[in-house]
């Protein structure tokens, strides 16, 4: 299953970013919140591979790349669902445009912080060979930053405190980052051991 999606294009955050300067429901004691630096550049996602013409029957005589193939074997299926969620809710956001909070606050992305939490749990519970650490470091780092942003978001919805969107959109950023550079990272790593091919997709 190949990932389609390329977990979370950058834009989605950018506008969630510029939600954080647009409206809001400020009470009268509140200040308007800072607008927070736009990032200089979007990263490049690395290129959604072409699955092979035959998987091959036999696994690699080497260990290391047996331990490799078996955890990417068992993260393909949460990044295909984490990119599902992630897309979803980039969509959403590129609809909370300008002033339409009611879009944050319709339920969905309720749910999807629901649904995506399970993912980076099991996500967590999985314990990657030591060439694969770090960019298992980027997965969860920009899991932890995608739930944090919904959770500022929650309370947004709550409060009506437009403040709240300001942290929501820099831990959007901070994802969208994290997890494309992991994205990116994880097919190289793979290509580049040569074990790509017995990668389920």
């Known amino acids: 299953m190949a990932i389609h999606t390329r977990f979370l294009l950058a834009s989605s955050a950018l506008a969630l970013a510029g939600l954080a300067c647009g409206g809001g429901r400020l009470s009268p004691t509140d200040s308007a919140p800072t607008e927070p630096a736009a990032p200089a550049a979007t990263p490049t996602p690395y290129p959604t591979p072409i699955p092979p013409a035959n998987t091959p029957a036999a696994l690699p005589s080497d260990s290391d790349l047996v331990a490799l193939i078996e955890y990417a074997n068992q993260m393909q299926p949460l990044i295909y669902q984490a990119g599902v969620i992630l897309q979803r809710d980039g969509e959403i956001l590129k609809q909370a ?25 099991q996500a967590r519970g999985i314990q990657p060979p030591s060439d694969a650490q770090a960019l298992h470091d980027l997965v969860l780092r920009g899991a932890d930053a995608w739930s944090e942003a919904l959770d500022n978001v929650a309370k947004f919805c709550d409060t009506g405190n437009a403040l709240y969107k ?21 097919w190289a790593l793979l290509v580049s051991e040569g074990v790509q091919d017995w990668v389920r997709r």
């Open 97 to 121: 445009e300008g002033e339409n909070d009611q879009v944050l606050c319709d339920g969905r992305l309720e749910a999807d912080n629901s649904a995506f939490k399970p993912v980076a749990d």
């Open 166 to 186: 300001v942290p929501a959109a820099l831990k959007f950023w901070e994802a969208a980052l994290s997890l494309q550079d992991a994205g990116n990272r994880f």
